[in-house]
C-alpha cells in the first residue's frame, strides 16, 4: 500500500462547480497536510497547508483533514477555467531535522467555461 | 513567501553529459531540497541539501550521479551526471519555512531532455 493516494482523474468540470479532490494516508505520523496547484510545465504552488483535523478556508478554497479516517479534502467553490491544472495532495511527518514530503500522484482538473 | 530562481529553465543535454542546475533563495532559508518529477509522475524527493555539509540522499539516489553542493544559506546546485534518457524529468529545488518547515515552497523547475 503506499503512503498517499490520489486519484489521478482526470476531472472535468464546468465553470462555476463545486470541486472535491482527496487523498487518503496510510502513516499516522503525518502531522502536515498541503495542497499544491501545478500549471503544465510549471512548478507546484502551494495553495494551503493545515496541521490539525477539521477545515481551513481560504477564499474560493476549504482544505480539510480527518486524521481519524486519515483523509484529506480540498474543496474548490465557484471553480473558474484560470483552475484547470493538477491538484498534488502532500504530507510532512517530521523527524530529527529533516522534513520530508509525500505527495500523491495529483489530481488533473479541467474547468470548462 | 521565498522567491526561488532556478537555472537553466530547460536544456536538451546529450547522452552521457553532465549538467548543473543552480537554485538561487532571495532570503537565508535552512531547508532546501531536491526534487525530481518524471514525465506523467509525482514528485520525487531526491536529497536534502545541508548547509557547510554532505546532503542528505533518499533511498534509490546516490552522491556519484547527483551530487549537491549548499556553499550558504541562499544557493545550492544539483549536477545530473552521466546522463541517460531515463534522467529526463522536471528537476525542482524546493525550500522550507515556517518554525517546523511546515511550508515549503518550489522553484518553477529545470526541465531536462536527454538525447
Known amino acids: 500500500q503506499k503512503e498517499v493516494e490520489q486519484d489521478p482523474g482526470p476531472l472535468s468540470v464546468p465553470e462555476g462547480a463545486i470541486v472535491s479532490l482527496n487523498c487518503t494516508y496510510s502513516?499516522?505520523?503525518?502531522?502536515?497536510f498541503m495542497w499544491y496547484r501545478q500549471y503544465s510545465r510549471k512548478g507546484p504552488e502551494l495553495l494551503m497547508y493545515?496541521?490539525?483535523?477539521g477545515n481551513k478556508e481560504d477564499g474560493r478554497f476549504t482544505a480539510q483533514v480527518d486524521k481519524s479516517s486519515k483523509y484529506i479534502s480540498l474543496f474548490i467553490r465557484d471553480s473558474q477555467p484560470s483552475d484547470s491544472a493538477t491538484y498534488l495532495c502532500?504530507?510532512?511527518?517530521?523527524?530529527?531535522?529533516?522534513?520530508?514530503?509525500?505527495f500523491g500522484k495529483g489530481t488533473l482538473l479541467t474547468v470548462n467555461p | 513567501s521565498a522567491v526561488i530562481s532556478q537555472k537553466p529553465s530547460r536544456d536538451i543535454c546529450q547522452r552521457g553529459t553532465s549538467l548543473t542546475i543552480q537554485c538561487q533563495v532571495d532570503?537565508?532559508?535552512?531547508?532546501m531540497f531536491w526534487y525530481r518529477q518524471q514525465p506523467g509522475q509525482s514528485l520525487t524527493l531526491i536529497a536534502t541539501?545541508?548547509?557547510?555539509?554532505?546532503?542528505?540522499?533518499e533511498s534509490g539516489f546516490v552522491i556519484d550521479k547527483f551530487p549537491i553542493s549548499r556553499p550558504n544559506l541562499t544557493f545550492s546546485t544539483l549536477t545530473v551526471s552521466n546522463m541517460s534518457p531515463e534522467d529526463s524529468s522536471i528537476y525542482l529545488c524546493?525550500?522550507?519555512?515556517?518554525?517546523?518547515?511546515?511550508?515549503?515552497?518550489f522553484g518553477e523547475g529545470s526541465w531536462l531532455t536527454v538525447v
Open positions: 502513516n499516522s505520523a503525518f502531522q502536515y
Open positions: 532570503s537565508q532559508v535552512t531547508m
Open positions: 541539501a545541508n548547509q557547510g555539509s554532505e546532503a542528505t540522499y
Open positions: 524546493s525550500v522550507g519555512e515556517g518554525l517546523s518547515g511546515n511550508t515549503i515552497y
Open positions: 493545515t496541521y490539525s483535523s
Open positions: 502532500a504530507m510532512i511527518h517530521s523527524g530529527g531535522s529533516n522534513y520530508k514530503l509525500t
